[in-house]
């Protein structure tokens, strides 16, 4: 049976494809449709191909760190409403400070994360 209800997507940023692998698996097995990308630049062009409706964040990633994907797209009119969800080693409450405070992230989740907080995290920044 087909619902008239689109799924909501979810863009997965993460350079370790363990990690990304894992969320990945396990936000599809959740219902979302779920895309990656493997740094700040790559996430950018999935971006601008399907606007997801909640991105989970690395911050330590090569070329484009979390930091500053997450500038850029609260910079910008067209993507400064979408949820953010850090998803990251850093876990001094500076780091969570900075992100929250500073980048405007929804919320903060440090690896190593429980997957059903991730996944409870991910339904109500959706439904929200």
């Known amino acids: 049976m087909n619902s008239s209800v689109p799924k909501k997507r979810i863009l997965v940023v993460d350079d370790d494809p363990h990690i990304s692998e894992l969320v990945y698996v396990n936000l599809d097995a959740a219902g979302y449709e779920v895309d990656r990308a493997g740094n700040g630049h790559e996430?950018?062009?999935r971006i601008a191909e399907r606007r997801p409706d909640l991105i989970v964040?690395?911050?330590m990633m090569p070329l484009m760190d979390g930091w500053e994907l997450c500038k850029t797209l609260r910079d910008d009119p067209e993507t400064r409403d979408i949820r953010i969800l850090m998803?990251?080693?850093?876990?001094?409450?500076?780091?969570?400070?900075v992100g929250k405070g500073v980048f405007g992230v929804d919320e903060y989740l440090t690896?190593?994360?429980?997957?059903n907080d991730l996944l409870a995290i991910c339904g109500r920044l959706l439904h929200a």
């Open 43 to 45: 996430a950018i062009a």
């Open 87 to 97: 998803l990251t080693a850093r876990d001094t409450e500076r780091d969570k400070m």
């Open 111 to 115: 690896k190593p994360f429980n997957l």
């Open 57 to 59: 964040l690395d911050v």
